[in-house]
């Protein structure tokens, strides 16, 4: 990818997080808390939403190192010194060399990184496709809830 698009989509991504952070925080801290509350629901709304996220990054990161490493393998089963595909690339049908070898395994680790990488971006695009129709389960605010005085 070149500069401009990495610009373009890190700029729709910070759009897009604006637009859902305050759609998100604005109904839940307004309506049902008393002004006296306000600072704690705040508190455990970034709370739960960093907790989430912490969550969130983990789980990827964790499915991104686990399958890579077991597409890592899966492709190394294939790459020999003795494999007839490796050495139809080289000049003359000979044995591979080590360097030859050592820029096969680059190849094969760039590509399961790769593939690995475009399957978590799908599966974060399930989840947030799935999570859409949630929004129609919140339901708004009938009114300010009775004040609680904290003592």
Do not use: C
Request: hydrophobic share 45%; charged share 15%.
């Amino acid at each position: 990818m070149d500069s401009a698009m990495v610009v373009w989509v890190r700029s729709l991504a910070r759009i897009g997080t604006g637009f859902v952070y305050v759609a998100a925080r604005g109904p839940r801290l307004s309506g049902p808390l008393t002004p006296a509350l306000r600072n704690e629901g705040a508190a455990i709304f970034s709370l739960t939403r960093n907790l989430g996220s912490s969550i969130g990054i983990s789980v990827v990161n964790t499915l991104l190192t686990r399958n890579t490493q077991i597409m890592h393998s899966t492709l190394g089963e294939h790459v020999t010194r003795y494999s007839p595909m490796l050495r139809a690339e080289l000049p003359g049908g000979g044995s591979p060399e080590l360097a030859h070898l050592g820029g096969t395994e680059r190849n094969r680790h760039g590509a399961g990184v790769h593939d690995r990488l475009q399957h978590d971006f799908k599966l974060m695009m399930v989840l947030s496709l799935a999570a859409i129709p949630l929004v129609f389960l919140l339901r708004k605010a009938r009114g300010v809830a009775e004040p609680v005085h904290v003592e």
